[in-house]
């Protein structure tokens, strides 16, 4: 049975609940799903990545990996930062973890989760202030046709899209590369990144 949406707009607690019980791709994913979403009505900093790895999948807590650390050690914030205050929140372009390719790496994120929930969840949070795209799914999904070419070209534009938007690579180790060839990135935009989390967190 395919899902669909109530066609009345739900409260944030309401979309929540939707998501969490979402099955929608229950018959495509190699596991049973589990949403993975932290958002709360104070949320003025959005983390939008890809979709939840294996770890989180198991722990039902978004970036609890090392890819959680690195994102952490470029926000300038600790964990209890991170997970403590209700101005930050986590919502991926798909919230069940996709599995793994045979040959390693995950799977693309399934477009029908950010098909059924990216638009009511975005209207369910009316103080937003700065978006982070976390990877190529979220900046074409977001960004449209004002995205460049490739993850790099977008990322090197990051001043078009403020002040609502930042792009970024994935903090995953398999980026470890692309950060040694592009040290503009932590050069420029991370003690950028820094001054407006420290400024949304009133720090």
Known sequence: MEFVLEPTAPSLEALVDQIAGCRACASELPHD???????????RL????????????QSGVPFDDPSGDRLRGWMGVDRETFYGRPEIGVAAMAFCFPGTRPRGGDFPP????????????????????LT?????????????DRVRPTLTETVAAW?????????????????????????????????????????????
């Open 33 to 43: 799903p589990r949403p993975v979403v932290r958002v709360s009505g104070a949320v």
């Open 46 to 57: 959005l983390i939008c990545g890809q979709a939840p790895g294996r770890r989180v999948h």
């Open 110 to 129: 399934p477009p029908r989760c950010a098909q059924l929930w990216r638009t009511p969840l975005m209207a369910a949070l009316p103080r937003m202030d």
């Open 132 to 144: 982070l795209l976390v990877g190529t799914y979220a900046q074409k999904w977001t960004l449209g």
């Open 159 to 203: 001043r078009r899209y403020l002040p609502h938007y930042l792009p970024m690579p994935h903090p995953s180790w398999r980026n470890t590369g692309w950060l040694k060839r592009n040290p503009w990135f932590e050069a420029e935009i991370l003690p950028y990144l820094r001054h407006r989390v420290a400024d949304i967190l009133g720090q």
